[in-house]
C-alpha cells in the first residue's frame, strides 16, 4: 500500500534561524508512521539536510533546470540537489507556472532529468479560479498531468501534488467531494497509462491552506495520500498536529 506523506513547501521563507523548526520537527518524530519532507530554500538546503541526518526528515529542493549543467545563470542542477543532501524536488508549482512562465512540457523535461539524477519529483498541478468556473476543471487537470508527468515515472519516483491555485494561501478549499474528484480521477488517469501496479502506487497529495484545523476532514477523502503544505510547515507547532493527523488516518 502507499506510504502517506507529509511534504512541507517553506517557498522563499526561512533563514539559518529557521532551522530550529526542523529540529523541533525531527526531535518531535524519531520513527514516524508517515514519510516526512520538507523542502526549504535552496540557501538552506545542506544545512536543513545536516539537521536532518540523524532523524527521519527528508529535504528537498523547490525546483531545478531541466539540464545536467551548463550556462544557465541562477539555477540549481538535480544533481546539486542531491550533493547537498536533497532526496525530492518539487516541480512545477503554480507560483513557478506564473512567475517563471513555466509550461508543462517545461515540467516534463525537469522531472525526467531529476528522476534520472534518483530524486523523487512531487509534480504540482491545479486550475485557477477563473478555470473552474470556465471550464471543466478535470480537463484542465488531465491536460496538465499527461503533459508534466515524464514516462519515467514510477510508485517511488514520482508523487503528485493537486494544488487548486485559487486555495494556495487564501484560507480556503475545496469541498471534500472536489478533492475527492479530482484525485479520484487522477488515480484512473494514471492507472490507465502506467498499468494498476505503478499507477495505484504513486501517491497523490492535496494542497491549498491545509492547517491542523481541517487536515483531518482532508485526509479522510479517497485517493488523498498526503499534503504538500506551505503556510502551516513553517512552524513546527502547526505542521506536528498535521503529521499526527495524517499518521491517524
Ligand atoms: P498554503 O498551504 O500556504 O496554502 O500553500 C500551499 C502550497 O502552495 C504548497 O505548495
Same mark, same amino acid.
Given at each position: 500500500?502507499?506510504?502517506?506523506?507529509?511534504?512541507?513547501?517553506?517557498?522563499?521563507?526561512?533563514?539559518?534561524?529557521?532551522?530550529?523548526?526542523?529540529?523541533?520537527?525531527?526531535?518531535?518524530?524519531?520513527?514516524?508512521?508517515?514519510?516526512?519532507?520538507?523542502?526549504?530554500?535552496?540557501?538552506?538546503?545542506?544545512?536543513?539536510?545536516?539537521?536532518?541526518?540523524?532523524?527521519?526528515? #527528508?529535504?528537498? *529542493?523547490?525546483?531545478?533546470?531541466?539540464?545536467?549543467?551548463? =550556462?544557465?545563470?541562477?539555477?540549481?542542477? !538535480? %544533481?546539486? @540537489?542531491?550533493?547537498?543532501?536533497?532526496?525530492?524536488?518539487?516541480?512545477?508549482?503554480?507560483? #513557478?507556472?506564473? *512567475?517563471?512562465?513555466?509550461?508543462?512540457?517545461?515540467?516534463? =523535461?525537469?522531472?525526467?532529468?531529476?528522476? !534520472? %539524477?534518483? @530524486?523523487?519529483?512531487?509534480?504540482?498541478?491545479?486550475?485557477?479560479?477563473?478555470?473552474?468556473?470556465?471550464?471543466?476543471?478535470?480537463?484542465?487537470?488531465?491536460?496538465?498531468?499527461?503533459?508534466?508527468?515524464?514516462?519515467?515515472?514510477?510508485?517511488?519516483?514520482?508523487?503528485?501534488?493537486?494544488?487548486?491555485?485559487?486555495?494556495?494561501?487564501?484560507?480556503?478549499?475545496?469541498?471534500?467531494?472536489?478533492?475527492?474528484?479530482?484525485?479520484?480521477?487522477?488515480?484512473?488517469?494514471?492507472?490507465?497509462?502506467?498499468?494498476?501496479?505503478?499507477?495505484?502506487?504513486?501517491?497523490?497529495?492535496?494542497?491549498?491552506?491545509?492547517?491542523?484545523?481541517?487536515?483531518?476532514?482532508?485526509?479522510?477523502?479517497?485517493?488523498?495520500?498526503?499534503?504538500?503544505?506551505?503556510?502551516?510547515?513553517?512552524?513546527?507547532?502547526?505542521?506536528?498536529?498535521?503529521?499526527?493527523?495524517?499518521?491517524?488516518?
Amino acid at each position: 500500500m502507499r506510504r502517506k506523506l507529509a511534504a512541507g513547501n517553506w517557498k522563499m521563507n526561512g533563514t539559518s534561524a529557521a532551522l530550529s523548526e526542523l529540529t523541533t520537527l525531527s526531535d518531535a518524530h524519531p520513527d514516524p508512521g508517515v514519510d516526512l519532507l520538507i523542502c526549504p530554500p535552496a540557501t538552506l538546503l545542506a544545512a536543513a539536510a545536516q539537521t536532518c541526518a540523524s532523524g527521519r526528515i #527528508r529535504i528537498g *529542493g523547490q525546483d531545478c533546470h531541466e539540464q545536467t549543467d551548463g =550556462a544557465h545563470t541562477g539555477d540549481i542542477s !538535480a %544533481a546539486m @540537489l542531491r550533493d547537498v543532501g536533497a532526496t525530492a524536488v518539487i516541480l512545477g508549482h503554480s507560483e #513557478r507556472r506564473a *512567475g517563471h512562465h513555466e509550461t508543462s512540457e517545461d515540467v516534463r =523535461a525537469k522531472a525526467r532529468t531529476a528522476q !534520472a %539524477a534518483g @530524486l523523487m519529483t512531487v509534480i504540482c498541478l491545479g486550475e485557477s479560479q477563473l478555470q473552474r468556473e470556465a471550464t471543466n476543471t478535470l480537463d484542465i487537470i488531465g491536460a496538465q498531468l499527461s503533459l508534466s508527468v515524464p514516462d519515467s515515472s514510477t510508485g517511488e519516483n514520482l508523487v503528485v501534488a493537486y494544488e487548486p491555485i485559487w486555495a494556495i494561501g487564501s484560507g480556503l478549499t475545496p469541498t471534500a467531494d472536489q478533492i475527492g474528484e479530482v484525485h479520484d480521477f487522477m488515480r484512473t488517469r494514471l492507472e490507465k497509462r502506467f498499468g494498476a501496479g505503478v499507477g495505484r502506487s504513486v501517491r497523490l497529495l492535496y494542497g491549498g491552506s491545509v492547517k491542523p484545523d481541517n487536515a483531518e476532514e482532508i485526509f479522510a477523502i479517497s485517493n488523498v495520500d498526503g499534503a504538500l503544505v506551505g503556510g502551516a510547515s513553517l512552524k513546527a507547532s502547526d505542521f506536528d498536529p498535521i503529521i499526527r493527523a495524517l499518521e491517524g488516518a
